[in-house]
């Protein structure tokens, strides 16, 4: 199962298991998807994967 983390590695935003902008790397780097898009330029700066959004976890 996915480790859901809950921060932005970068700006520490806050990403809720059913955000709909967490971005997460193949190695599970979290990240906002503004950070993404405006300061990786969408490359991980911890191993250099390339993002995908995270799939929403809804808990009941
Ligand atoms: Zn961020
Ligand atoms: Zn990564």
Known sequence: ???MKENCE???KVLKQDSTEAMICSHE???CKECVETVLNRICPN????FQPRPTRVSK
């Not at 191993?47 to 390339?50: E, V």
């Open 10 to 12: 970068n700006c520490q």
């Open 1 to 3: 199962m996915l480790l």
């Open 29 to 31: 780097c979290t990240y």
């Open 47 to 50: 191993c250099a994967g390339d």
